[in-house]
């Protein structure tokens, strides 16, 4: 193997975290419009799971997974974060596209830069470019332990949510949820769940878990209500008839943060909005585990089994 190497984990097939080589590969190499950056933390993500699988297109094997970073910017040293629409983020060095790429202010660390930009950057943007949440209004959010769900629960308290309810499926989760402020946690296996959220009326329905759940989200809006899906594939079971809606005047909304990183400006306006908030620590991100490169396959199990409550990262900081 000639030229620069560096340590990342690789796939050479689809399945499950098993499949995951720590291996010497050659490092990346930047084109016009992109950089390099020596990486100190990765992130995880319920994407990388389908990606593993092979249920997204796209990424030809063998492959390194990962769709965030953060790290040291090569030639001018700046501490930069940076989303990878093409993956690459399990490796000591990667490659970014100079327009997903944000500097870290000083006063927020790189790890809770890494935890908030992906899925700060959905929680907010649901919530605001296509939720259109008002003051005062009602707010459920599902799976409010995960790594969007926790912030999207803090970010509607800051944006001025009347009420906030986090649903959680244990109560260790629960409990967590409560502490970031949410006036209601409820069990989404409750048989009286559309009860439940139904008895105040939801106005903005923030859902990443699909199936019944969203059902019920929608049996529970208020009139003039918003549906809106964060990040589902979607099935037979989360299509609705327009008459099903418009039975309760409601919207039904589906977000993709694609759209926001296609827009230069509206992507540093949502990561200068999060990174203001977590400087002044009204904004952030739990960090659920920081694992070795060697133990990237035991940290998808832990997030496929849903043992994690936050962020998990990947620490690329150990021996070339």
């Known amino acids: 193997m000639s030229g620069a190497v560096m340590r990342a984990a690789v796939i050479h097939r689809h399945g499950g975290p098993e499949e995951f080589r720590t291996e010497l590969v050659p490092e990346p190499v930047a084109g016009p419009g992109q950089c390099l950056l020596d990486v100190t933390f990765a992130g995880l993500n319920y994407a990388d799971l389908h990606c593993r699988r092979g249920e997204y297109g796209g990424q030809p ?18 501490r930069v974060v940076a989303l990878l629409r093409a993956g690459g983020g399990y490796a000591q060095v990667a490659c970014a596209e100079d327009a997903h790429t944000v500097e870290v202010p000083a006063g927020v660390s790189g790890e809770q830069a890494l935890a908030l930009l992906e899925q700060g950057a959905t929680a907010y943007g649901a919530l605001t470019l296509l939720g259109r949440l008002r003051p005062g209004e009602r707010v459920a959010v599902t799976a409010a332990a995960g790594g969007v769900g926790h912030l999207a629960v803090q970010l509607a308290r800051e944006l001025g949510a009347g009420r906030v309810v986090g649903l959680a499926s244990t109560a260790a989760k629960r409990e967590f949820v409560r502490s970031l402020g949410a006036d209601a946690v409820l069990d989404p296996g409750d048989p009286h769940l559309v009860e439940r ?24 809006l208020a009139p003039f209500g918003r549906l809106l899906s964060v990040g589902g594939r979607g099935g037979p079971e989360d299509s609705f008839a327009v008459d099903e809606l418009a039975d309760r005047s409601a919207g039904l909304l589906g977000f993709w943060l694609q759209h926001v990183l296609d827009d230069r400006a509206l992507f540093a306006d949502v990561a200068g909005r999060l990174f203001e908030l977590a400087e002044r620590k009204r904004l952030v991100a739990r960090i659920d585990r920081v694992v070795p490169l060697d133990a990237v396959g035991a940290a998808h199990r832990a997030l496929a089994d849903r043992l994690t409550m936050g962020k998990v990262l990947i620490d690329l900081r150990g021996p070339s």
């Open 197 to 220: 959220l139904g008895s105040c009326g939801v106005d903005l329905f923030v859902d990443s878990v699909g199936g019944e759940l969203l059902r019920a989200g929608l049996a529970s």
């Open 61 to 78: 094997l063998p492959a390194v997974l990962g769709a965030d970073v953060v790290g040291r910017q090569r030639g001018d040293g700046r």
